[in-house]
């Protein structure tokens, strides 16, 4: 085991893990008050709404609360066959096939929060169960919670384990790792579980569950994609990026935007790479973008 718990520690030795949280503040601040102007326009807005992940995940939804979502995308191609489709619908597992069974819009994304969303307590053996399960019926994407535990007390071997067995058994579906940054200490906590997400497996890295008391944050979007970059350049893979949790207005949207741009670049700027986990976004992105208040979904 010690072997392998050096090659992880070889692995963080090529990023610059040691971050100050006060520059990375300053660094936001000079962002947010330079760039974001210039993207608050109405071609963004519907970028935005293009990569919204549009979710469910209440203790009261039912089949039929999900079916009635999941008829409200199809609704939407039809109603406004001009504006782009959301990315994908996010449910929990069980209702997987629920929406991969009523979902008629070309191009949107069933995804599935698994392995004991939120809090990742689970034995991995049931972890696998419920991800295998969710992919077979109909889950097209994966978002797990890397254990947060294992992590803080500095079991990053047991973290890269748990995240590589789950997604091994995504097989060809997509996983996003949420890294629960609202309950790490610091950027330099971020950055170090967005380079072992991506080291172990991680297709994606998400800020949040929005289960915390501290969800997504402008200053660990910013790390995050920095961890992305760096390991971008280092190994030639390109990972996506989804803050979520806590994302309330347009301006707040607009903000994660202008990071990813400025931060990766417009490589990142489709609704594959960047995404938005929030329902509460796309009332609000549709009025904007439409000049009068909506409520379709």
């Not at 819009?105 to 972890?127: D, N």
């Not at 949420?178 to 906590?189: K, V």
């Not at 390991?231 to 979520?244: N, R, V």
């Amino acid at each position: 085991m010690e072997k392998q718990f050096s090659k992880i520690e070889q692995a963080l030795q090529k990023y610059n893990t040691e971050l100050d949280d006060a520059q990375v503040r300053e660094a936001v601040k000079k962002i947010i008050a330079e760039k974001v102007p210039q993207n608050d326009t109405p071609e963004v807005k519907r970028f935005l709404f293009g990569s919204i992940e549009l979710t469910t995940l209440k203790t009261t939804d039912s089949d039929e609360s999900v079916m009635a979502f999941t008829e409200r995308v199809n609704d939407f191609a039809a109603a406004y066959p001009a504006l782009p489709h959301v990315a994908t619908i996010c449910v929990y597992p069980c209702f997987a096939k629920t929406v991969s069974e009523t979902l008629e819009v070309e191009g949107v994304e069933v995804a599935c929060v698994s392995g004991s969303f939120p809090s990742s307590q689970a034995l991995i053996e049931v972890k696998v169960a419920e991800t295998a399960l969710a992919v077979k019926d109909g889950a097209t994407e994966i978002d797990i919670v890397m254990p947060v535990g294992k992590f803080l007390s500095g079991d990053f071997e047991g973290v890269c384990e748990d995240i590589t067995e789950l997604k091994a058994a995504c097989g060809d579906a997509a996983m996003k790792v949420i890294l629960e940054t609202g309950d790490l200490r610091n950027c330099s906590d971020i950055k170090k579980a967005s380079i072992l997400s991506m080291y172990a497996g991680g297709d994606y890295i998400k800020t949040s569950t929005g289960k915390e008391k501290v969800s997504a944050t402008p200053e660990a979007a910013y790390v995050m994609c920095q961890a992305i970059k760096e390991y971008y350049d280092e190994t030639g893979i390109q990972i996506g990026f989804k803050p979520a949790g806590g994302i309330n207005t347009v301006m707040d949207a607009v903000i994660y935007y202008t990071i990813v741009k400025e931060v990766l670049g417009e490589k990142w700027l489709t609704n594959k790479w960047f995404r938005m986990g929030t329902s509460r976004l796309a009332n609000l992105l549709l009025s904007e973008i439409e000049g009068q208040e909506l409520k379709f979904f």
